[in-house]
């Protein structure tokens, strides 16, 4: 199954429903609904939705953005802050996601989890990589150093992310809502490939699973974190969702599917056959882009 991130156009339109029937001309039935969407746009979608006019299949947090918040900005407040109020915030806001999905019958809600204060080391690596310095002494001396740095940082970090997590999916339980844990492109956000099957393991929640991100997993792949392939063939079975883009190597994602570098013929079969996949894609790009990526698309994968 496959749907629209309105992250794509949620930042130049000022009515919910207008901004729904431009995703709607591109061929998209199905929507999920970004972390851009500000107060204002909800009566429009509201509209749309009690028309029958759209199938929203998911929401990502924060959504509706806080009402203190201008721009999309899923980061604003994080599970894994050292102070609780912050933690509360998050943890609250996450709560009114849930309450949205449920009104609209979206079953999915996509969480960030928060990151470890350190150095972000990723767009620098990404910055080497461009100038052709990919492994280089310089490149692996940043990469071991950021490595050693946040395996020592990261223990406090997880709790406070286990302990938000575990009172999110009990409040995802009472109204039968799934939470995807998204893959992320930061070596610096939570969790790592490594951290995250732990995580989902001691939580041991039904409502919690995997949202995996090609093109955030194909930036750590270009850098060396991680080889796409066998991280999908060990997650893969607990995947509720993807994220679906391309990526020009080294680190621009966001791209429409087939437009870029990410073998997408053997990574998507290695999905769940009921995997929901998300088109998520750069404001930048065109209808005409997006209709062409989509039509190829169908041909080989179907709707």
């Known amino acids: 199954m496959i749907s629209f991130s309105t992250c794509w156009n949620s930042g130049r339109h000022t009515a919910g429903d207008e901004m729904l029937r431009e995703i709607k001309d591109l061929g998209f039935d199905r929507v999920e609904l ?33 009402v203190e918040i201008m721009k999309a900005s899923p980061d604003c407040y994080k599970f894994s ?6 933690r509360e915030r998050a943890i609250k806001q996450t709560f009114q996601t849930i309450d949205f999905a449920k009104r609209l019958g979206a079953p999915f809600v996509v969480l960030h989890c928060g990151e470890i204060e350190m150095n972000p080391i990723t767009d620098e690596l990404i910055a080497l990589a461009k100038k052709g310095e990919i492994f280089s002494r310089e490149y ?60 989902l393991d001691e939580l041991d929640s039904p409502q919690l699973g995997y949202w995996h991100d090609i093109g955030h997993i194909q930036v750590k792949e270009n850098l060396g974190f991680v080889n796409h392939e066998e991280w999908l ?20 994602d966001h791209q429409p599917p087939f ?45």
């Open 81 to 86: 802050a050292a102070y609780s109020k912050e």
């Open 233 to 252: 063939r060990a997650i893969g079975p607990r995947a509720l969702g993807c994220h679906m883009q391309d990526c020009i190597w080294p680190g621009q």
């Open 34 to 66: 970004g972390h851009g969407i500000r107060i204002s746009l909800m009566p429009g979608i509201q509209k749309m939705f009690d028309a029958g006019e759209v199938e929203f299949t998911s929401l990502h947090n924060f959504c509706p953005l806080p």
């Open 259 to 303: 437009a870029g570098m990410v073998d997408l013929e053997n990574l998507v079969p290695l999905l769940p056959a009921n995997c929901l996949f998300v088109w998520e894609l750069s404001p930048r790009k065109t209808p005409e882009e997006i209709r062409k990526s989509l039509a190829i698309w169908k041909e080989r994968f179907g709707e």
């Open 140 to 199: 692996v001396r940043k990469k071991v150093k950021a490595v050693q740095t946040r395996e020592a940082a990261a223990p406090p970090y997880l709790e406070r992310v286990k302990d938000s997590l575990k009172r999110v999916a009990e409040y995802a339980a009472k109204k039968n809502i799934r939470l995807g844990v998204e893959g992320r492109r930061g070596y610096e956000e939570i969790p790592t490939e490594r951290e995250l099957p732990a995580l």
